[in-house]
Every structure is written in C-alpha cells, then in structure tokens.
C-alpha cells in the first residue's frame, strides 16, 4: 500500500508540511467558492465573480503600500467594489456587465500605480506576476484560520438569504409581486460573493478563485437537477480538482530530466475546464435523447440555470 | 513632451484610441464587456508562450488572442456565455503561468504587458499597429449595419437573414485583432478600460449611433492623450491615469444622463428606445 501511494504521488507528498496547508486551505476555499458560485452562475454573474478578484487584489497591494495588512486590503477593496458594482449596476444583466467592466478597468488602474509605487520603494519583487496568478503553495496556517472564518460568515449570509435570492434570481418579477426584497437580496449578495472572491483571492490568487468559482458549480449545474444537488456536486468537483491538482503539480517535479514542477494552478484550472467539457457534453447528449423520446421530461437542468 | 521618441507614443496613442472607440462603442452596445476584458487579458499567456519559444510576441498575441476569441464564440453557442468567457480566460491564464515557470527571462517584462509601455515605443512597431488598426475599422465599417441590427434588435436581424452567431465570432475576431495591436503597446488591462468607460460615456449623452461613436472616438482620445500628458509630467504609470480616466468619463456621462433625465421631468422615453430589452438569455 505505501509503495503503491508512493509510485502515485511522489516521495514525500503525505509528509509534506506544505502539502498538508495548501490541501487544507484549497478545500476550504473550494467549498466556499462552489456554494457561492452556484448562485452566481445562476445569476449570470460571472463576470461580476471574476472582477472582484482583481478589485480585491489591487486594494491588496494598495494596503501592503500603507501598511495595513493584506487581508484588510483584499476585503476593503472587495466589498467596495461590490458596492461601487451594484450602486452604477442597472438591474439589466447588460448594465450589470457594463458597471462590473468600469470598477474593474479603475481598480486595474490603481493596481498599475501600486505596484509601480511598490517596485520603485523596492519591496515588492515578483509582485505582479503573485497578483495575476497567487500560489497556493506559499499560504500560511495562519492564512487558513482567516479564511476559513469569513468564509464560514459568508457562506452563513448565503443560507440567510437563499430563498428569496433563489426566487429573485430564477424569476425576479414573481419575487417582486411577492415583496420579497428583489434589491436588498442582491446587494446583500454581492457582498457574500466580495468576501468570498477577496479571501479565494488573497489565499490561492485571482486566477485559481475565478476557477474554482466558476468551473465547479458550471460544471454541476449542466448536470444536476434540483439547486442542492448543484450544491453539492459543485463541492465534491471542487476539492477533487483541487487535491487531484496539487498532487500532480507535486509530481511534476519528478517528470522529465529537468527537475522544472509546473505550477499547481495550471493542473487545477486543466482538471476544471476538462470536468466542465465533460458536462457540458453529457448535458448536451441528454438533452438529444431526451429530444428523440416522445415523453416530454418536465424538470432537467434548463430550468436551473435559466 | 513633443519630441523625439515622445512622437512614437503621441501616433500609437492615437491610434489605439480611435481603434478602441469604434470598436468599443460595439463592445458596450453588445454587453460584451467580459469578453473584451477576457480576450486581452487571455492573450498575455499567448506573449509568455512566444517569449518561451523564442518568436515574435505579435505573434504568439495573435495565436492567443484568436484562439480565446473562437474558444468563447463556439463554446458560449451553446453554453452560458459568460461562464464560458471565464472558463476560457483562466485556461488560457493557466497556460500562462506553465510557461513563465518554464522561462525565468521573461520576468520585468510582465508588468509592462500588463499595464503598457506607451511611452517606449519604436517606430518600427508603428507599422503593424497602423496596419492592424485599419483593419480592424475596416472590418467593422463592413459590419455597421448587421453588427447594429443584431446588437439592438437580434429578431429583426435573424429575419433579415443574419445570423447571430456568425455576426457574434466576427465581432470576437475584430476585438481579438484590436487586441493584438494593442496589448503591447497600452498593456492587455488597459485596453480594456479604453473599450469600455469612454463608449459607454458617449451613449450617455446620445442615442444616434454614428453621432455616439463619433463621441466615442473623441473621448477615447482624450482621456489618452490626457493619460500620456499626466503620465509624463508626473512619472505615474500611464494605465493609472487611463483606467481612472476612462472610469471618470463614464461617471459624467452617467451624471449628465441623471440631470437631464430629472429635468424632462420622470424620464419618460429617456431610457426607452436607447436599450430595447435584448439581454442575452
């Protein structure tokens, strides 16, 4: 057996005090974003999703500028530019898009001017290439507990106000006739989603929180038929891609001549894009099938992500 | 501020930001803002692949940069657009990131394709731009009027005959070119807040398309011109002072359309006939 998991994965993977924070941390970041993307792909707000991890991270160099902490950085700018997004945002999903691309394209501005400021005080090496893409592989522990705590608050706020958004988000008109609060679950949410896009953001970088964010729960919800089977789905693809993914980054090393590991967000992203092809495949055969079967199938996946 | 290599950056400028109105003015009338920033963000991977493999980066800009234009057109026929644009943009990332982990050379060089070297343009990198940029105008000159229909009225247009799909890869492949000559020059974030604030400014302040992306055009240029001067006279980063800017022109143009709005009295047909309800399902 331990011969067999040593072939699998290399010397010393299980030993590895690394390995150990980048699985613990990657799981939890990946259950946090699964859930939280979930509703945002079914809000057709990935953009949205993916712009507050460059918000967030130039509000991270911006606090390193002043001194705070990074963390205070990535929050504060996060939940900022999801309010700036949905004070500018018209409900339409077209202004959404549009509000989304003016706080992103003024929070890259400053981004440029803070590591400019950076690297000419001479702290910040290798900075830019640390915000494009993070590593998972240099978080600390003490990282872990951070995140593990907002992430538990965001992912609390979510449950609070999973009903009415779930019904504002499949069919905002009925939500409205009902007086649920269409504006309200909308802010609320986009500021569950800022905490959560800033702390994937700040512990695995802005490339791995937009991947797990989005790959995952897209992935589930081509193929799962009730919203808490998404859920869950997009859990279990999302700690999969992330533990299969370290492992083989860790691997790597041992591929080739050259000793070179490749980095552990390009297996993680590849593992993810390849999952959602999958579905989208299988989905898309499904629904052929079902197409040539003369019994109409009443509740497959459409209506969820419509 | 006027001479010597400070000529180069006045003319690409120019360029870009003429290319990036016409072609932007499209980008925001379609809602495909995630798109514009994903493609010339996607593309950068495709300058750490050429730097790896030791050719041009115009090239590897290109290869990249198409590939993510027709990756998002084929997949998002069937999919949700916008998860298959985020899809697309971390592989593309992703692949980025193996290649830098294969190259140590190419270090410095990531922010300056990131955020723009304007003001360090040669003159014999004038020629493609120019080249690329009459291209793309070109293409959308010939496009005009189904790139029009099929953005505000997509029934109208597929009766018409035009097919919304063909329409919707050509136009990813004219941002995808706008891109490739930009990236280099303005960086591959930047362009993005040029394709985005000042078109959406100009739709502020008026309706009539040609007359908006007339608009377009004036403020893309401004905020440039006015992000090179600043950039000069202070030593700050250009892309600084173009993604406020940028930022800045759309927030008057917002401001403006909420003042005249309140002095028509409640609005009526203000909002009407400038954004028929054609968001994407």
Not at chain 1, 67 to 73: E, I, R
Not at chain 1, 280 to 298: I, K, M, N, S
Request: net charge positive; proline share 4%.
């Amino acid at each position: 057996m331990h011969q067999l998991l040593t072939a699998v994965s290399g010397p010393g993977f299980f030993a590895s005090p690394q390995v150990h924070t980048a699985a613990s941390i990657g799981a939890v970041v990946a259950i946090v974003s699964a859930v939280t993307g979930v509703f945002t792909v079914m809000r057709g707000q990935s953009f949205a999703g993916h712009a507050l991890g460059d918000v967030s991270a130039a509000g991270g160099s911006g606090a390193l500028l002043i001194g705070l902490t990074p963390l205070a950085g990535f929050v504060g700018a996060g939940i900022a530019g999801a309010g700036v997004m949905d004070m500018i945002g018209v409900q339409r999903l077209r202004g959404r898009d549009l509000a989304t691309g003016i706080v992103l394209g003024a929070a890259l501005g400053c981004s440029a001017l803070f590591l400019y400021l950076g690297t000419t005080s001479g702290s910040a090496t290798g900075a830019t290439q640390q915000i494009l893409f993070g590593s998972i592989f240099t978080t600390t522990p003490g990282t872990l507990t951070a995140v593990a705590i907002l992430g538990a608050l965001a992912l609390a706020s979510l449950a609070a106000i999973a009903r009415p958004l779930l019904l504002a988000t499949v069919s905002p008109d009925i939500a409205a006739a009902r007086g649920a609060p269409v504006r309200l679950t909308g802010l609320l949410f986009m500021l569950a989603l800022a905490v959560s896009v800033a702390l994937s953001a700040l512990a695995i970088g802005a490339l791995l929180s937009t991947a797990l964010l989005i790959g995952p729960p897209a992935a589930a919800l081509r193929l799962a038929k009730t919203v808490p089977g998404a859920l869950v789905t997009a859990c279990l693809t999302g700690v999969a891609a992330t533990w299969l993914g370290i492992l083989l980054a860790y691997d790597s090393y041992y591929w080739g001549p050259g000793h070179h590991s490749l980095p552990v967000s390009f297996f993680i992203v590849a593992i993810i894009f390849a999952t959602y092809l999958a579905a989208d495949l299988l989905a898309a055969r499904g629904a052929r099938r079902r197409a040539a079967t003369p019994v109409t199938g009443e509740a497959d996946q459409d209506k969820v992500t419509a | 501020m006027f001479s010597g290599f400070m000529t180069n950056a006045w003319a690409t400028a120019t360029i870009v930001a003429v290319v990036a109105g016409v072609v932007g003015y499209f980008v925001v009338l379609r809602g495909a803002a995630f798109p514009a920033h994903a493609i010339p963000k996607g593309a950068f991977a495709g300058a750490a692949g050429a730097a790896l493999l030791g050719i041009s980066t115009l090239i590897g800009l290109a290869v990249f940069s198409l590939l993510g234009a027709l990756a998002i057109g084929t997949l998002g026929r069937r999919g949700r657009n916008d998860v298959v644009t985020a899809l697309t943009l971390v592989m593309m990332l992703a692949l980025g990131a193996a290649f830098l982990s294969r190259t140590t050379q190419y270090e410095p060089e990531i922010y300056s394709l990131l955020f723009g070297q304007i003001l360090g343009v040669s003159t014999t990198q004038i020629l493609p731009i120019a080249a690329l940029g009459a291209a793309c105008i070109g293409a959308t000159t010939i496009l005009y009027r189904p790139l029009t229909l099929s953005s505000t009225v997509p029934e109208i247009a597929e009766a018409n005959g035009i097919r919304g799909y063909r329409i919707e890869i050509t136009f990813l492949i004219v941002v995808a070119l706008a891109t490739t000559m930009t990236v280099p020059v303005t960086g591959a974030l930047l362009i993005f807040s040029l394709m985005i604030g000042p078109p959406a400014a100009a739709r502020s302040f008026t309706s009539r398309p040609a007359l908006a992306m007339a608009l377009s055009v004036a403020i893309a240029l401004v905020t440039v011109w006015a992000a090179i001067a600043a950039s000069y006279q202070y030593n700050w980063p250009i892309g600084f002072f173009v993604g406020t800017l940028a930022a800045l022109s759309y927030g008057i143009g917002r401001g403006w359309g909420a003042w005249r709005r309140t002095r028509n009295g409640s609005g009526q047909a203000a909002e009407l006939p400038r954004q028929p309800a054609t968001d994407r399902a």
